[in-house]
């Protein structure tokens, strides 16, 4: 049967996969090859239109970042991530 373990193109499949789990690991990987592949190249033969400042606010890399020292430190992303890391472990010690 088409689809089963066997490719959809042809009426007898080409390739026969061990499994279907199998079938559809190898064709995510070919998707995202393609994929991958395709943004490369559509990325190295584009120009870019947008100045660098025109670009800023939309990309990471040209956005100013905004300083965190005036507020408290359960604010910060710093400060709230190593909270909740303690805490994580603190819980894992205790529960183990």
């Known amino acids: 049967m088409a689809g089963i373990k066997g490719?959809?193109?042809a009426a007898p499949p080409a390739h026969?996969?061990?499994?279907?789990m199998a079938?559809?690991?190898?064709t995510a990987i070919y998707a995202w090859t393609v994929c991958f592949l395709a943004t490369i190249l559509i990325s190295l033969l584009t120009r870019q239109r947008k100045s660098d400042q025109e670009l800023k606010g939309l990309v990471y890399a040209?956005?100013?970042r905004e300083r965190e020292e005036h507020l408290?430190?359960?604010?910060?992303?710093?400060?709230?991530?190593t909270f909740v890391l303690a805490v994580a472990v603190l819980l894992n010690v205790i529960f183990w």
């Open 7 to 9: 490719g959809w193109l």
């Open 16 to 20: 026969l996969y061990p499994s279907e």
């Open 23 to 26: 079938q559809n690991f190898w």
């Open 62 to 64: 040209l956005t100013p």
């Open 72 to 81: 408290p430190w359960w604010k910060t992303a710093a400060g709230l991530g």
